[in-house]
T-cell receptor, first 116, second 112 residues
Framework: AQSVTQPDIHITVSEGASLELRCNYS??????LFWYVQSPGQGLQLLLK??????LVQGIKGFEAEFKRSQSSFNLRKPSVHWSDAAEYFC??????????????FGKGTHLIIQP | EPEVTQTPSHQVTQMGQEVILRCVPI?????FYWYRQILGQKVEFLVS????????KSEIFDDQFSVERPDGSNFTLKIRSTKLEDSAMYFC??????????FGPGTRLTVL
């Protein structure tokens, strides 16, 4: 069964500093990969996704992520964080099946704190 | 921009009671999902639904859970006899053919 590891439970970053959130997955083949963000009391918003092709993907709100097959990683980055980026970030995977209906497997999340 | 909606936003019920959580997926999506998130824990997959039947379900989705698409727009999750441990945020999601899942705002279920 696939699994997702987000090794950092909490990360504190100063406003304006760069950010990298780590995500590693365990799966027999290359899955589809996603990052979601959850603000307090809110639902999950899709930041970006990787299906195939270019391993550096761009998302909303200035986020990007890089897929590294050799490291089974899909780390999320942002060059300069804003106070509004404070939230919970979840990495998720789903098997590559060519279609839908498969449930996402989520990591435990990384809580991002922004210092002024 | 189309979005997934869920009602109610908060449901309080007594242990042993039945609850129905409602979702309206994005209109041209084909696949529908329910997830739950117990407070402070990760999001867990419950069930997926396609072509009017369950496609996949997790071990959490036992006989007390059921899903239905009663009409062309709604997608419901029923919990027949709620337990204290069913208290959680329940998220509905929908996707097109490439499994890019869009989530609703969630229903917070509190079982007393």
């Amino acid at each position: 069964a696939q699994s997702v590891t987000q090794p950092d439970i909490h990360i504190t970053v100063s406003e304006g500093a760069s950010l990298e959130l780590r995500c590693n997955y365990s799966y027999g083949a290359t899955p589809y990969l996603f990052w979601y963000v959850q603000s307090p009391g809110q639902g999950l918003q899709l930041l970006l996704k990787y299906f195939s092709g270019d391993t550096l993907v761009q998302g909303i709100k200035g986020f990007e992520a890089e897929f590294k097959r050799s490291q089974s990683s899909f780390n999320l980055r942002k060059p300069s964080v804003h106070w509004s980026d404070a939230a919970e970030y979840f990495c998720a995977v789903v098997p590559y099946s060519g279609g839908g209906a498969d449930g996402l497997t989520f990591g435990k999340g990384t809580h991002l704190i922004i210092q002024p | 921009e189309p979005e997934v909606t869920q009602t109610p936003s908060h449901q309080v019920t007594q242990m042993g009671q039945e609850v129905i959580l409602r979702c309206v997926p994005i209109s041209n999506h084909l696949y529908f999902y329910w997830y739950r998130q117990i407070l402070g824990q990760k999001v867990e997959f419950l069930v997926s639904f396609y072509n009017n039947e369950i496609s996949e379900k997790s071990e959490i989705f036992d006989d007390q859970f059921s899903v239905e698409r009663p009409d062309g727009s709604n997608f419901t999750l029923k919990i027949r006899s709620t337990k204290l441990e069913d208290s959680a945020m329940y998220f509905c999601a929908s996707s097109g053919i490439y499994n890019e899942q869009f989530f609703g705002p969630g229903t917070r279920l509190t079982v007393l």
